[in-house]
Structure formats: C-alpha cells, structure tokens
C-alpha cells in the first residue's frame, strides 16, 4: 500500500471549486487541514491530504458556543448562562 501523496493548495482548490486564497484562509484559521512547509513567521507553502479535506467537508460545520447562543436568542429564548443584568446598566 502506498502513501497518500500530498497535494498543493491549488489541487485543493479545484477539488472544492473554490479560490486558492479561501484555502489558504481557511487554513490559517485551523477549519482546513494543513501542513506547512518552510521556517519563520511567514509561512507560504502548505501541503494536504485530500482524504483529510474530505472528511472535514462531510462532517459539517461545527458549532461555537456564540453560534449556538445567537441561535437561541433569535428563537426567543435566552440560555441559562446568560447572568442577569441589573436594570438600568445598558
């Protein structure tokens, strides 16, 4: 069995049919991935593995705790964690 080779942001890129510069964004932000190559505080060249992408992809976003406080608010209904403010405060 061989390795999986690792493909360039590019290949990633056409794969997802998005934009080189969403990859590498994404990336930076730790939703994709990555692995990069190079020293220093600028790193350009990052490298994937496209069964590592996938699996992200299909597993869906995952939701912060602020996505789900923002959810709860607009239903009407406000969670426990929220302290109770004293009146005139705002």
């Known amino acids: ?5 690792f493909i360039s942001a590019e290949e990633v890129a056409a794969h997802l049919k998005v934009t080189r510069r969403q990859i590498l964004e994404m990336t930076r932000r730790g939703v994709l991935p990555g692995y990069p190559l190079g020293t220093g505080s600028s ?10 992408i996938d699996a992200i ?5 995952k939701k912060s705790p602020e996505a789900a406080f923002c959810q709860s608010t607009k239903a009407g209904t406000i969670p426990a964690a929220v302290p109770n ?3 005139g405060k705002f």
Do not use: D
């Open 1 to 5: 069995m061989t390795p999986e080779p």
């Open 43 to 52: 790193r350009r060249v990052w490298r994937y593995k496209l069964t590592e």
């Open 57 to 61: 992809v299909t597993a869906g976003p």
């Open 85 to 87: 403010w004293p009146e």
